[in-house]
């Protein structure tokens, strides 16, 4: 079973930057999608940004031109670059990874991330 880590979440101010990773116990990018989630407080979860098997990324309108999914195949490792952050991406940020043949989710535990002055 693919367990998922997440960290790098912190506390940072308006126009700051944070890279979030997500470490995988196995290597898996070849066969999952992996994705980051957001939930803000009193929020639904959100979706963030994808990045395929395949190499192809995609983003929420609400990230995008911001955030920048990467992986590291090496370290089994996928990130989340966050910039320009904005007091409204204050959230707990989720790993996801999706398997690309039976669309089943795997979760990581989450990430606090705080933008405050």
């Known amino acids: 079973q693919v367990q998922l880590v997440e960290s790098g979440g912190g506390l940072v101010q308006p126009g700051g930057s944070l890279r979030l990773s997500c470490a995988a116990s196995?290597?898996?990018?070849?066969?999952?999608?992996m994705e980051w989630y957001r939930q803000a407080p009193g929020k639904q979860r959100e979706w963030a940004a994808t990045l395929t098997n395949g190499g192809t990324t995609f983003y929420s309108d609400s990230v995008k031109g911001r955030f920048t999914i990467s992986k590291d195949n090496a370290q089994n490792t996928v990130y989340l670059q966050m910039n320009s952050l904005q007091p409204e991406d204050t959230a707990v940020y989720y790993c996801s990874a999706v398997h690309v043949f039976t669309a089943v989710r795997r979760w990581g535990q989450g990430t606090q991330v705080t933008v405050s002055s």
């Open positions: 196995r290597s898996i990018f070849s066969i999952y999608n």
